[in-house]
């Protein structure tokens, strides 16, 4: 397997790619329009460029890894990929209609994979004809970074399929952990929480942004506050995460915090918007 496909070339999408290209595959990202890919293909070169700067990564290394990474705007260019890791947004509905579409037109033995931080893996394979070949690659963000892959299974994913899945993780210098299908998986169902309540500490008025962040970092040694964190990973996709615990678990202490509510209601995301608990607009 060397070929890959990427559906979506959002930051998560983009830094698939990069660390696949990088490991030698041939790698195809696809997004709705050219845009879009622009700029991954921008951010993707100038990550590399930073490697390089930092000694780790050879020009010939970089210039090869960008030359392995074709674009495309339509799904139908994913039909000879060997897996395809789907990294599009954190919408139930969007993955279940994506995967319906790459079930129909990647050949029969491709693997199927979902970059989902929370939906359900069963729900996502059920919406195709090869159930025992879909899985979970959940990347951590920034992917180029970040170690961990959590490999998330099915009710119908099979051994070989998360076998192959896990060896490619560790291909990619990565560290895979098998997990099993419920809301949230392992990382966001501890994380998402914990956010959570830093906002509500800030909406009850207990302290400001700043001095919750510093708790967090300087008393827990967490290398970003709570609140920050939030604002990378994106605001909306925090409140989609904490929707599916709540919904999936029961359990009221997944209720999402009215003020995070109220926050993606006005458009104020984080970092790629600007602004979230914390102002990036300059």
């Not at 919408?91 to 995967?99: I, T």
């Given at each position: 397997m060397k070929t890959i496909g990427v559906v979506g070339a959002g930051t998560m999408g983009n830094?698939?790619?990069?660390?696949?290209?990088?490991?030698g595959w041939s790698v195809c990202l696809t997004d709705v329009a050219a845009p879009l890919l622009e700029k991954a293909l921008a951010t993707i070169r100038g990550n590399l460029d930073r490697q390089v700067k930092k000694g780790t990564v050879t020009p010939e290394a970089r210039d090869a890894a960008l030359a392995r990474i074709a674009t495309g705007t339509e799904l139908a260019a994913l039909q000879g990929a060997d897996l395809v890791v789907e990294a599009a947004t954190e919408?139930?509905?969007?993955?279940?209609?994506?995967?319906e579409e790459l079930d129909r037109l990647v050949q029969p033995d491709a693997i199927l994979a979902s970059n989902t931080s929370s939906i359900s893996i069963t729900s996502i394979a059920a919406r195709t004809k090869r159930p025992a070949m879909v899985i979970g690659m959940h990347f951590m963000?920034?992917?180029?970074?970040?170690?961990?892959?959590?490999?998330?299974?099915?009710?119908?994913?099979?051994?070989?399929?998360?076998?192959?899945?896990?060896?490619?993780?560790?291909?990619?210098?990565?560290?895979p952990v098998e997990v099993s299908d419920y809301p949230g998986f392992v990382a966001n169902r501890v994380l998402l929480p914990m956010i959570n309540e830093a906002v509500f500490c800030l909406m009850e008025g207990v302290a400001t942004a700043e001095s919750i962040d510093t708790v967090m970092k300087l008393g827990m040694n967490h290398p970003l506050g709570p609140l920050a964190l939030a604002d990378l990973i994106g605001l909306d996709t925090c409140l989609s995460i904490l929707e599916v615990l709540h919904a999936g678990l029961g359990d009221d202490k997944y209720r999402p915090c009215p003020l995070l509510k109220r926050m993606v209601a006005a458009g104020q995301l984080g970092r790629k918007t600007g602004r979230g608990f914390f102002s990036y607009e300059k």
């Open positions: 830094g698939i790619a990069h660390v696949f290209a990088q490991s919408r139930q509905d969007l993955k279940f209609k994506l995967f963000n920034p992917v180029p970074v970040m170690q961990l892959v959590e490999v998330i299974r099915g009710q119908a994913t099979s051994d070989s399929t998360t076998l192959l899945v896990m060896d490619i993780a560790r291909e990619l210098g990565k560290t």
